[in-house]
């Protein structure tokens, strides 16, 4: 017994129609197999260009907050380089047009 299947069901007619069953199946999986991979391959294409997208808007992000880091870390040090210096004057307000001299 093979799969279920008696030996005389094997010979002759039972055997060709197993046969073509199991192909057909086959087939129908090759081919559902087909249209999953060729789905699959455009949610890939999807996926890679919104992850570019994520990318592009994360490193604009993070160039935004380096120059606002770099303006607040200048004015920072120039007011400490006046404070040690005592030059400034205490009633002008620091900002980034303000000058130590």
């Given at each position: 017994?093979?799969?279920?299947?008696?030996?005389?069901?094997?010979s002759?007619?039972?055997?060709?129609?197993?046969?073509?069953?199991?192909?057909?199946?086959?087939?129908?999986?090759?081919?559902?197999?087909?249209d999953?991979?060729?789905?699959?391959?455009?949610?890939l294409?999807?996926?890679?260009?919104?992850?570019?997208?994520?990318?592009?808007?994360?490193?604009?992000?993070?160039?935004?907050?380096?120059?606002?880091?770099?303006?607040?870390?200048?004015?920072?040090?120039?007011?400490?380089?006046?404070?040690?210096?005592?030059?400034?004057?205490?009633?002008?307000?620091?900002?980034?047009?303000?000058?130590?001299?």
């Open positions: 017994m093979l799969f279920g299947i008696s030996n005389s069901s094997q002759g007619f039972g055997s060709s129609s197993f046969l073509f069953l199991a192909e057909t199946e086959q087939q129908e999986a090759c081919k559902k197999f087909e999953i991979s060729a789905l699959a391959k455009t949610e294409k999807d996926l890679k260009k919104r992850r570019v997208l994520a990318f592009k808007k994360n490193l604009a992000d993070l160039a935004d907050l380096e120059i606002k880091h770099a303006k607040v870390s200048f004015l920072f040090f120039r007011a400490r380089l006046c404070w040690k210096k005592n030059v400034c004057s205490r009633t002008a307000p620091m900002n980034e047009n303000a000058s130590c001299t």
